[in-house]
């Protein structure tokens, strides 16, 4: 869940370095750090704890200049957020290591380079991997069979980068598990953990696969696998843009990508739907095959995509009368989950590298249990779009808040053509799949209506700044969209929020209702309301303050501790997408009255690589 960049050029790479950290920080920030070589072959490392903003800072004070550098990052693991724990690490004044990951078996390794004089100035598993290199160089060997060497007694998921000050002409990658790109130039070459970070350098990357080292200079790049035997990848052009990762006009990154939702759903619809119809040639060449063969569907994600597939879940049982199954994928991958006969494998992930999906996707894949792997991403360069037979791109664009929004919304409208696709192949009527492609091609309207409660959510939001906890309550398919709002006021607020299915409040929840616990509703105008309007009636016996959102006001009575916001409607199986929207809303403003961090949260970060 760290940001590694790395550059080689003719021209000083300090700015290079820095600008990438920025754009990295979504990944981690709690320190970051430089290495640079002089063109007197010094090294210079800066380190800072904290944000890239104070790395920058010491930098301002006391320039470094050199035409090769790596830089990092880092989201703690191994180690408190510490200046000796922050990257990059270094060997004898001499090689220099960032590392993405986990090395799991860094202790043993530790102590037989204990047993060989070297000495650790952190508490961190990278620094083992920085000590294990220098002692196969010690032995002669050049850099890249050195590191080949170390990362062949490595356990666990790193991306590496690795340069050695002696020899200042090449950085040395190394990829498993983790993600890690190559940027190309003219006489000059990148390196890094995402793509953004080199947006303004480059759109031409190559991608290293799992097992894959790599060789960088100035004028080439090199590909090897484990054995040194030589490798070619694609060279592929970024669609991406340097500015679609600027906060613009908005005050941060969370809000820009809440009014961007309507573009995106646009975006992510276009070119999907016919006149009455889903592409169903939008899943890919292979899907009339394995679309065949599914007779169930099993899916599989982590954190807010997972409750984008519990809405999926509904969706594709009432409109395909498919079985289908949700699981998170850190629980899915440690146990021995019976995938029913006939499954499509769907995973859900924003990034395509979040460790415990990608994990599960193997696993299910290596025990051919399944029919076929489709994913649903943002990321078209991502390890779990390469990795699956379908995919389904959502075409939110970059997302920095590390609180998702417009990722989480696009996830549901792409799960919902995927439903829709099932449906057709079952049987579901031309006349309603044809009502709900109106539905779908209304939706960011819809969506745009929803963005004009913000001054209205904005006043809400003092109702909340001072309190510690709160309740979410929804039925149906709208208990998923409870959870993720519940979700969005924990991650940037930090007030202890939680989802229950409105059914539910007499079976525990009800005794913590009282004046100091507000109470926020998700009520469409469906066939359950008049259950859920008796629920609201349970809160407020018990004194609780109820804030309502509904396509239904008129079937809602406001009145003394009943405060009711309305939705704009839509067909009720689209609506959880529409009364998402006022729900991170109200996560946002909570959190800036609150003072939080909104974008980067403590202790979260935004692509979660690591188990």
Not at 123 to 149: F, I, K, S, W
Not at 339 to 362: C, I, K, M, N
Request: net charge negative; charged share 25%; hydrophobic share 45%.
């Amino acid at each position: 869940m760290c940001g590694i960049i790395g550059a080689i050029a003719e021209r000083n790479v300090e700015p290079i370095l820095i600008e990438g950290l920025r754009r990295l920080e979504y990944r981690g920030y709690d320190s970051a750090g430089v290495a640079v070589v002089t063109p007197g072959g010094e090294l210079r490392r800066v380190r800072a704890v904290g944000k890239v903003a104070e790395l920058a800072r010491q930098l301002a004070a006391a320039p470094i200049e050199g035409g090769i550098g790596i830089a990092h990052t880092r989201w703690a693991t191994h180690g408190a957020p510490t200046e000796n724990n922050a990257h990059p690490h270094v060997s004898r004044e001499r090689l220099v290591v960032v590392h993405n990951g986990i090395i799991e078996n860094h202790h043993p390794l530790r102590e037989r380079l204990l047993a060989k004089g070297y000495r650790f100035d952190s508490e961190t598993d990278t620094e083992v991997v920085a000590h294990l290199v220098m002692d196969y160089l010690m032995d002669g060997r050049d850099l890249l069979a050195a590191v080949a060497a170390a990362v062949a007694e490595l356990r666990g998921a790193y991306a590496l980068a690795v340069m050695d000050c002696e020899h200042p002409d090449r950085i040395i990658a190394a990829r498993h598990g983790s993600p890690l790109v190559i940027g190309l130039g003219i006489g000059e070459n990148f390196i890094a953990s995402d793509v953004q970070a080199l947006l303004p350098v480059t759109q031409r990357f190559v991608q290293l696969e799992n097992g894959d080292l790599a060789t960088i200079s100035r004028s080439e790049v090199a590909i090897f696998d484990g054995a040194l035997k030589p490798l070619k990848r694609e060279e592929r052009i970024s669609q991406l843009s340097s500015a679609a990762a600027e906060r613009g006009q908005y005050r941060h990154f969370m809000l820009k990508e809440i009014h961007e939702q309507p573009r995106a759903l646009a975006d992510t619809l276009e070119g999907r739907l016919g006149d009455d119809d889903v592409y169903e040639a939008l899943l890919g060449p292979a899907a009339a095959d394995i679309l065949a063969r599914t007779q169930a569907v099993q899916i599989v994600a982590c954190g807010t995509s997972y409750h984008a597939g519990l809405v999926a879940r509904h969706w594709i049982e009432t409109l395909a009368g498919l079985p289908c199954r949700v699981e998170v994928a850190s629980e899915f991958r440690y146990r021995e989950p019976v995938v029913l006969p006939g499954s499509l494998l769907v995973t859900v992930s924003q990034s395509g590298e979040t460790a415990d999906t990608l994990a599960a996707l193997r696993q299910v894949k290596l025990e051919a249990r399944h029919v076929g792997a489709l994913c649903v991403c943002n990321v078209p360069e991502s390890s779990l779009v390469r990795e699956s037979d379908l995919v389904l791109m959502t075409h939110a664009g970059p997302e920095i808040g590390v609180a998702s929004t417009k990722a989480f919304t696009t996830q549901l409208v792409t799960l919902f053509l995927l439903a829709l696709v099932l449906a057709r192949r079952n049987g579901l009527d031309p006349a309603r799949c044809a009502q709900l492609v109106r539905e779908l091609r209304h939706l960011p309207t819809a969506v745009e209506q929803a963005l004009a409660l913000d001054g209205e959510i904005e006043r809400l939001a003092a109702s909340f700044a001072d309190k510690h906890h709160t309740l979410y309550l929804g039925r149906g398919l709208h208990y998923p969209i409870a959870m993720e709002g519940a979700l969005k006021l924990k991650e940037i607020s930090y007030i202890h929020a939680e989802a229950y299915p409105a059914g539910e409040l007499k079976h525990g929840p009800l005794a913590l209702v009282d004046a100091d616990m507000p109470v926020v509703v998700v009520a469409p105008g469906n066939a359950l309301l008049e259950k859920l309007k008796s629920n609201l009636q349970e809160v407020r016996a018990r004194g609780g303050e109820l804030y309502v959102f509904t396509d239904a006001a008129e079937h809602l009575e406001v009145g003394e501790g009943i405060h009711r916001f309305e939705v704009p409607k839509v067909d009720d199986l689209l609506s959880p997408i529409v009364h998402v929207v006022p729900l991170q809303l109200l996560a946002y403003h909570t959190a800036v009255l609150k003072g939080t961090d909104v974008d980067q949260p403590r202790n979260l970060a935004k692509s979660v690589t690591v188990e």
